[in-house]
């Protein structure tokens, strides 16, 4: 059995390094370095990073607005993010109702619910009105 990474799988690898080395920001790994837990505004502002960059949803169709990462693509992609603490994505809507959506939902339920699982992560940055 061959576990060596193919040509692009590497060229994927070095991109996400270059991602995360060049977006993460400073202040969450070093909480992260430090045994700090990340708080909510904190994760929320990685995953607004990963959401310009078009990787908040890796697992999901593109047709859906995700990045349709192969299953080496997510592996290589949390191998990285964990090797420098960067947060992972808060899974409840994003890896467990919109699939559930996908599968089962009807299309005005997939129309209406999976823009605003995607686009959550935009809700927790926004400026609260007062």
Not at 104 to 117: A, S
Request: hydrophobic share 40%; net charge positive.
């Amino acid at each position: 059995m061959d576990l060596q990474f193919s040509t692009e799988h590497t060229v994927f690898q070095d991109e996400v390094r270059t991602f995360i080395k060049d977006n993460l920001p400073r202040d969450l790994q070093d909480k992260r370095q430090r045994g700090l837990r990340l708080e909510k505004k904190d994760v929320f502002r990685w995953h607004v990073i990963l959401h310009v960059k078009g990787w908040i949803a890796p697992n999901w169709p593109v047709e859906h607005g995700g990045a349709n990462f192969t299953p080496t693509q997510s592996y290589i992609f949390d191998l990285e993010r964990a090797k420098v603490g960067a947060p992972g994505v808060v899974p409840f809507g994003i890896t467990m109702v919109a699939p559930v959506i996908m599968k089962f939902g009807t299309e005005e339920q997939k129309r209406e619910f999976l823009p605003k699982i995607l686009n959550s992560c935009l809700l927790y940055t926004s400026p609260s009105p007062r």
